[in-house]
């Protein structure tokens, strides 16, 4: 972390540099998932947060109810607000929803050149609800996908992304994480969590090689938004000078702890 010397009524002390992450991303009334959550895990990270909201949705644990997308031209002058005001230190994209946002929003990648992006491609809510239209993911692909410096797809999205049909082993995982990078994102971070493997596995995979990150499983039904969670978290290390093994790290971490928190709150709950 980086310091800076301040004076205040004439009282000189030394400071932290206050790092910024910005989301780019859907609302989650519940704060579960979306930019909610990629905020409060900033947040958690010592990081200043900013938002960029790209649709407003009606969903909770069990689903998304409804849904709005934000105008196109209202993201971008949402993005040229926040890009003009403040020295952004990594990017979250979480859900983009149509074609003109993505689009939007390489632009303004390409325009602006943050230090760092990662994309959580949001294809499709978990209860099945699409959240990406079709017509958009080939520009998603051409357009974005070069842009970011990490890609964190689930094993559904990967394949959504290749065309190809859901890898089941590590090998697997490790060959569409190359055929990923072809793509052209620097690296790609294969998230094993709906795998039927003995651990939680993901595969960090990059030109430089791959790297294995395992964890026991977490039982537990309260998944709700921990992709946001864990690129966000990713994001927040990488703003605050980690690289990325160790963003990855960190952020998986901090997701497990998250997780392990809400299993024992909701059976605390279900005891009383």
């Known amino acids: 972390m980086a310091w800076i010397r301040s004076s205040c009524m004439g009282d000189a002390r030394w400071r932290p540099v206050l790092k910024h992450a910005l989301s780019i991303a859907g609302?989650?009334?519940?704060?579960?998932?979306?930019?909610q959550a990629d905020l409060k895990t900033f947040a958690a990270f010592g990081v200043d947060g900013a938002s960029v909201v790209t649709a407003v949705t009606a969903q909770n644990s069990n689903g998304v109810h409804a849904m709005q997308l934000m105008p196109a031209t209202m993201v971008q002058a949402q993005l040229d607000a926040v890009f003009d005001e403040m020295?952004?230190?990594?990017?979250?994209?979480?859900?983009?929803?149509?074609a003109g946002i993505v689009a939007g929003v390489a632009k303004q990648l390409a325009r602006r050149r943050p230090p760092f992006a990662i994309l959580d491609p949001v294809l499709v809510?978990?209860?099945?609800?699409?959240?990406?239209?079709v017509t958009a993911l080939d520009l998603l692909r051409l357009r974005l996908l070069p842009l970011v410096d990490?890609?964190?797809?689930?094993?559904?999205e990967a394949a959504a992304l290749l065309d190809?049909?859901?890898?089941?082993?590590?090998?697997?995982?490790?060959a569409q994480g190359r055929a990923l990078l072809a793509f052209g994102p620097r690296a790609v971070l294969m998230k094993g969590g709906h795998a039927a493997l003995p651990e939680a596995i993901d595969l960090l995979v990059s030109a430089q090689g791959t790297q294995r990150f395992?964890?026991?499983?977490?039982?537990?039904?309260?998944?709700h938004g921990t992709g946001c969670m864990l690129s966000a978290g990713i994001a927040a290390g990488i703003a605050n000078g980690?690289?990325?093994?160790?963003?990855?790290?960190?952020?998986?971490t901090h997701l497990?702890?998250?997780?392990?928190?809400?299993q024992r709150g909701r059976s605390a709950q279900a005891s009383d």
Do not use: F, Q, Y
Not at 150 to 156: E, G, I, K, R, S
Not at 164 to 174: D, I, K, T
Not at 242 to 252: C, E, M, P, Y
Not at 256 to 262: D, I, K, Q, S
């Open 125 to 133: 809510a978990t209860s099945g609800t699409r959240l990406l239209d």
């Open 164 to 174: 190809a049909p859901c890898a089941r082993s590590e090998p697997e995982m490790l």
């Open 242 to 252: 980690d690289d990325l093994a160790d963003a990855v790290a960190r952020a998986k």
């Open 87 to 98: 020295s952004i230190d990594a990017v979250k994209i979480g859900m983009l929803g149509n």
């Open 214 to 223: 395992a964890a026991p499983w977490v039982a537990t039904d309260h998944l």
């Open 150 to 156: 990490c890609l964190t797809p689930n094993l559904a």
């Open 27 to 35: 609302s989650d009334a519940c704060g579960g998932a979306g930019l």
């Open 256 to 262: 497990r702890h998250v997780l392990v928190g809400r």
